[in-house]
C-alpha cells in the first residue's frame, strides 16, 4: 500500500549547511533501498518534507525523523493512501532551497514569509504543488 | 487564515483626484506591511474594493476604512475564507478607473453605469473577473 | 435584477417591410434609454425575440409589445432571472431575418420551417445560440 | 405542453372587496375550461398569482390580465416548461389573504410586509411552497 | 436582498452585566425596525453575533457596532446573501449565555473554552446551529 | 486546527494488562489538560488508537506514543484536519477490549482475527464505527 | 435483454367492450407464454400499453399490435433496456379503465382529458405511476 | 416533438442489390416531405437504420417499415425524444455499406461481424458515432 | 485484500442431492479456515454463487471450483475489490435451492425460469440482493 | 455481452524463453477465432494479461489457461461488463517485456520491481495504461 505523507518542522537553532548536507547524504542512502521518494524543503529555518512510498517503509522512516534532534516542533500536514506518486522522479535529499519567490508564498499565506504552522495541509500542498510547476524550487 | 472581502461604497461629494492620490499613498504604505493585496476600482463616485489577506489583518484595516469620511454608505459584497489569493501580485491602490467600458458593465448590470449597490456580490465579482481579464482596468 | 424574456408571435396578415423598418425605429429609440437588449428575428410571418435588462424595464416594454396590433398569439417561451446578459452588445431592432437555413432549422424542429408553436424554448433557445454562432443571422 | 407562470402586480388605489370578488367570478367562469389552475394571493394592495397550464392558455390568459386596468406594474416573477403543475386542485380565484404571518414573510423579505417587488423569484416561490404548507393561506 | 452576517469579538475589559443590558436594550429598540434579526452570544468576555436582514440595513448596523467601544477585535466570521433568513423568530439581544457546555464547545475546537478567533467561519456556525438545536443557548 | 490521527501499532512480548492499566492512567492525566479525546482498542497484542485534538497537541503527544518502547510498529492509518471530532465525549484510554466480535471484525478484513497492518485505513475506520454503534467495543 | 415499451394509440370508432374483452383473452394467452407483462389502459377510446419482455419477443408482440385493424395511429412514447421490471406482477389485459380521476390527469395534461398524443412520454410514464400507486386504475 | 428511433432487421433471403436501390428510391422521395432524416446501413445482410423526426412522421413510417416483406426480425434498438437531431444534414437512403472495418465492430462486438442483435441499443450506437466520424460508412 | 467474485455454471447431468450435500460438506470444512465466506445457490441444474474473502485465497478456491468435473460452463458474472463484505454471516454451502419464486425471477430475465448466462452480473446481484431480502432462499 | 478479464501469475521456475514463444504462436490461433483480444505482459518470472471478448469466450479460455502448468498463483484484478474494448487492434501473444521502465513501476508500486500481487486491480490497470501510452511495452 502507498502512503504520502507531509510535514512541518523548524531547525534547531544550531543547524548549519553542514547539516542540510548530512541529511541529503543519509536520505540518498537509505530512502532508494526503502522505496521512498519524495522532496525535501528548507527555507527559513523550516523544513517541509513530502515522503511517499509504502506505508510501513515510510512509517518507520518517519519515526526515525520525529526523533531527529536537528529539528522540532514536527507537524503532520497530510497524510493519506495513494494509487499513485506525485513524486516518482525525485529522489529525496536533492531540494535545497535557499530562496522562495515571496509572491508565490504570498498567494497561499498570511505573510512573504513560507508558515507553514499557520497553514493548513490542503493550502501546503497547493502550495507545493505550485513551487514544483512554476521551477520556484532550486535544485542545490 | 486567508480572507477575502469585497465592498462598494460611495465617495463624499468633495472627493477629488487629490483624495483618491492620497489614499493611494496611505494604502502602498500601510498594506505590504500588513500582508494585505487587493484592487481598488474607483468610478463614478463609487469605490469598489476587494481587500486579501490575513483575517485579524483584514477585518482590522476594513475598521479602519469604513470609518474613514471620505465615503459613506460601505456595504459588503462578499466576504469568504479562501485557501489562495486572487490578487496576489497586485499592490492595493495601484488602480485608478477612470472610464469603464459600459458594454462589459452593461453585460452584468441594467444600465451601462456601474451600480454595486444594484448587483449581487456573485455579479460583481463577476464584472471584476471579466475586467481584468479583458484589460478593461486602466492602472493609473 | 436583470431577466432575460424570450416570445414567439404571429405578424398580422398586412404586415409589411415597411412595418419592420418601424418597429426597428422605435425599439432603437427605447431601448437603450432602458437598458434593454436583446434580439428581434423576423422569419415566416412569424417574430421570436429575446429581451434582457432589468425586470421592470423588461416588463414594462413587454406589455406594450403583448399590446400591439401588429402581432398576435404572442407566447412566452422562457424566462429567467440571470447574473449576465447573452446579448450585451446587440441593439435590439438591428436584426432582419430574410432567409433562414432550413438545414439549422430542421436539426431542432419537425420539417425545415420554423415553427416556434411546435418547440419548447429550451429548443428555440438552442437553435437561436446555434444561428448566432453559425452567422446564419443576417444583420440588415 | 405545461407551463407555470408567476407574476406581482399592484392594486390600483380605487381596488375594493368587490373588485376581488369580480375577479374571482371570472377567474372561476373562465379557468377550468381553459385548463387553468393556480393561486391568487391578495394583500396590502399587491398580487401575486401562480397560473398554470396549456402554453397557449396560460399567455392568452396572461395577455388580458396584463390589460385589466384593476392592477399595475405587473412584473413577471417566473415563468417555465412544467411535466406536472404543482397546483392540480386548487380552482384559481379562490384564495383571498386578508392577513399574511409577518414571521413568514420576514424570513424572505426585508421587512415584515410581502413585496415582491423587491424579492427574486425564487425567494418568492419559497414563500408561496411555505404558506401552502404552514396553511397561512386563508381561504375565503 | 437579504444578507448574514457573523463575527467575533473581545469585550473590555470593564464590560459588565448592566452593558449587556443596555446592548440588549438597545437592540430590542433598533433591530426591528430595520428588520434585523439574529442572535448574540456572550461567553468568556467573547461575543459572537449573527446579523441577519436587508443588506443595506445590516452593513449600517453592523459600522456602528465595530465602532462601540465596549469590545474591540472585531472580525468577520461569515458574509453571505441569503434566500431566506436562518433565525427569523428571534428577537436579537433576548440571548446572554451564561455557560457554554464544554463538551459541545470541544466538540469543534481545540480545548473546551469557545474561542471564535481560532475557529474557522464554518466550524463557529456549525457550533452555533448545535447550540440552538440541542437548547444548550440559555435565554436571559 | 482540528485534526483526527488513527495509528496501529504492535504490543511488545512482555505487555501485560499492568502495563495497559498504566497507559490508561497517563492518558487521563495528559489528554484532558491537552484538549485530546479519542479511543484506545487493544486486542490480541494489538493497538488501534484514534486521537483528536489541536494540530499541535496531537502531534506532540504521536512523538510520545511513538517512542514508547511498550509497542513497536506503529503505522499511521489515517491523519485529516476535521471541522468537528468524532468522538468528543470518550476520554481517552477508558476502552479495553478483552474480546472482539469476529463476526464484526470478519466483514472488513480476510480472517476472523484483527489485523490493521493487512487493512487500508478506510477500512479500519468504518470497522472502528460499526463497533461503537453495535456496542461491540466493551468499556473497561 | 429486457426491454419496456409503451405506446399510445386511438380505438377505431366501431371499437366495444366486447373488443376489449376479446384482447385481453389474447393477452392472456400469448403473454405469459412469451414472457410479457405490462398494463394495458383503455380509456375515452384511447390506449396507453407498457410491454415488458425480452427485447425479441416484445418487438415480436409489438408488431402484431402495431397492426391491429382494431386501433391506428400507434405512437411509441417510449423504449428502453431495464435491468429490472417495473411490473413483473401485472398480468397484461388485465386492465380495465372505465373512469379516469380527471384531476389526477389534469396534473399531467393541458386540460382533465387524458390526451398521450400530447404527452411527452416522460409526462405519460409519470402519469401512469401515479395512477398506479393512487390507486386510480381500476382492475376489471 | 422530435424522437430518434433506431432498429436493427434481417434481409429476406431474396434481397438484392435492387431492392436497395429501390428503397433509397422510396426514402428519398417519402422522407424529406415528412421531416424524417437518419441512416441507413446495409450490411452482411442485416439492416441498422435511425429514423430521426416528428413523434407522429417517425412512427408512421416505421410502421410500414415493420410489415416491409424485404426484411424481418425487426427489432427496436432505441428510441428516446431528443431535443435536436443528430443528423440533420444526412438524406436517408444514400447510405450503402458494403465492407465495413471489422476492426471497428470487432470494438464493440464479440467478433468481427456486425450482428446487432447481440448488441445493447448503446453499444450499436457508439459503434455508429465512431463509424461515422471515422468516415467507415461508405455513401454509395 | 477483499475481494467478492460471483459465477454461474452448470451441473452435469449426473448431478444428484448427495453430490450438493457433498459439496456442501467440502465447502464447510474448507472456507472458515480460508476466511472465505459466501451464498451457494442451486437451481434448475444451474448455480451461481458468491465468494467474499482474500484475494489470494478467494482464487485459489476459484481454481479448484473451475475445475470440479461436477459442472461446467462456469462463467464470471462479477469480481471487484471490497471494503467489506455483503455476507459475513453466512457460511457458504448452507444454501439449498428447490424452489425459486418466479414472480422474482421473472422480475430479472425474460422468462420465469433462472437462466444467469442470459443476465448481466448486474442483474444477477440485484436478483441476489432481493431473493436475500425477501426471504427467499431456502435454507437447507 | 464483451468482458475485461485481468489477471497476474507467477512462471514456473523451469519457464524459457521457448515457453513463452510456445504461449504466443498458441494465442496467436486460438485467440482471433474465439473474437478474444488483449495484452500479455512477462516481466522478472511474473505475467500480467488482459483479455477482451465475450463472456463465455474468455471464461473458457481463462479455465484452461487458470490450468496451465507453466505458471501459478493466477490471481484475478479485475473483471468488468464493457462497451467497447480498450484493445481492439493488439493481437494477443505479440508483446514480450524484456525491461521494464523501473521509473514508471515505482510510480505505481513500493519499489521498482513489478508486483502485481502487492497491487490492487485499480493501481495495476494504471500502471498499464501509462505504459501502454508512453511506450515502454516492448513489442517482440
Ligand atoms: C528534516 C529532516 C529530514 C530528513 N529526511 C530523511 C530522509 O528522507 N531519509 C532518511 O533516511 N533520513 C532523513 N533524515 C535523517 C533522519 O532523521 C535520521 O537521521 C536518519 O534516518 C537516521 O538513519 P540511521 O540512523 O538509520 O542511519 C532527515 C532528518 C531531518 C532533520
Ligand atoms: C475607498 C477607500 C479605500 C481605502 N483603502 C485603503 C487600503 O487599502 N489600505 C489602507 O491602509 N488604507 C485605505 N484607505 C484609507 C483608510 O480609510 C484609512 O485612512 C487609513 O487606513 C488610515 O490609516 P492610519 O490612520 O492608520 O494611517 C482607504 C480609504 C478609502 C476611502
Ligand atoms: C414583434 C415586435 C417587437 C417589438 N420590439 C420592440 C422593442 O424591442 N422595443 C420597443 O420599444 N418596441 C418594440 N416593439 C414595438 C412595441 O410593440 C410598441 O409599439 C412600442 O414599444 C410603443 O412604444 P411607445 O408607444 O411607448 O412609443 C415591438 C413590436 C413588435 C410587433
Ligand atoms: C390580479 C388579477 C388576477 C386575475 N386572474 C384571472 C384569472 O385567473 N382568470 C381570469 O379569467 N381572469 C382573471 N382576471 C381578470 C382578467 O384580468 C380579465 O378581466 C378577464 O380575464 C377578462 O375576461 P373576459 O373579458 O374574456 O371575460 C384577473 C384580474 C386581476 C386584476
Ligand atoms: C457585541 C455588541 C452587539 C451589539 N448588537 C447590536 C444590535 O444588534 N443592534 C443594535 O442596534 N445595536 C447593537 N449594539 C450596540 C451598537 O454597537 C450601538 O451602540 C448602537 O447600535 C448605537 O445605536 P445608536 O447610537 O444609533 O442609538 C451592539 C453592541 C455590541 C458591543
Ligand atoms: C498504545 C499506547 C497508547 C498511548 N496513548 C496515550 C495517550 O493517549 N495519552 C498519553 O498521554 N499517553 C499515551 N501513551 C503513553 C505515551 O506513550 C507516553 O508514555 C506518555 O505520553 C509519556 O508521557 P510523559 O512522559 O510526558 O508523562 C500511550 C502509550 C501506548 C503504548
Ligand atoms: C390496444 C391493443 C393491445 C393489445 N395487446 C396485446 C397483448 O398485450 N398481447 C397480445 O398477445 N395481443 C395483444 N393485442 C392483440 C394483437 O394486436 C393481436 O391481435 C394478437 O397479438 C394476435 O395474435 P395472434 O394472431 O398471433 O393470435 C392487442 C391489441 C390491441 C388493439
Ligand atoms: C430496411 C428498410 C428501410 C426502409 N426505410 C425507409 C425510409 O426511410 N423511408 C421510406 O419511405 N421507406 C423506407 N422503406 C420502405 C418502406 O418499408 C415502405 O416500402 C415504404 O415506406 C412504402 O411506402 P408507400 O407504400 O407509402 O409508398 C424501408 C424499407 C426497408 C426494408
Ligand atoms: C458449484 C460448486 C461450488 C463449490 N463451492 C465450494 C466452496 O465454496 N468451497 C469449497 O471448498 N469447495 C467448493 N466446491 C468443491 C470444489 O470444487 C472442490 O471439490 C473442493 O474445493 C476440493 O477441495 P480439496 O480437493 O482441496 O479437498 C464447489 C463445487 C461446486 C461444483
Ligand atoms: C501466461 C499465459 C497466458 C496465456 N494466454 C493464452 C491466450 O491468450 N490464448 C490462448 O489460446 N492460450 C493462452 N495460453 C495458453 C493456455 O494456457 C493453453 O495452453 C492453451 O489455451 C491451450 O489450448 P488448447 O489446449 O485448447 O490448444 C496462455 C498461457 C499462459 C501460461
Request: one cysteine or more; hydrophobic letters at 45%; proline letters at 3%.
Given at each position: ?76 500536514l ?35 514569509r ?7 495541509g ?19
Open positions: 500500500m502507498l502512503v504520502r505523507l507531509m510535514y512541518a518542522s523548524r531547525a534547531t537553532a544550531a543547524f548549519s549547511e553542514a547539516d542540510l548536507a548530512q541529511i541529503l547524504k543519509t536520505s540518498r542512502e537509505h530512502n532508494p533501498a526503502e522505496g521512498i521518494t519524495g522532496l525535501l524543503c528548507y527555507s527559513d529555518g523550516m523544513f517541509v518534507q513530502v515522503l511517499e512510498g509504502g506505508r510501513e517503509a515510510v512509517n518507520a522512516r518517519y519515526k526515525h525523523i520525529v526523533l531527529d534532534k536537528r529539528h522540532r516542533d514536527v507537524v503532520l497530510g497524510y493519506e493512501e495513494i494509487v499513485e506518486r506525485g513524486f516518482p522522479g525525485w529522489n529525496m535529499g536533492q531540494v535545497n532551497l535557499h530562496r522562495l519567490n515571496p509572491a508565490l508564498v504570498l498567494k497561499y499565506s498570511e505573510t512573504g513560507l508558515d507553514p504552522y499557520a497553514m493548513s490542503g493550502a501546503m500542498a497547493a502550495l507545493f504543488r505550485e513551487m514544483c510547476a512554476s521551477g520556484a524550487i532550486a535544485v542545490s
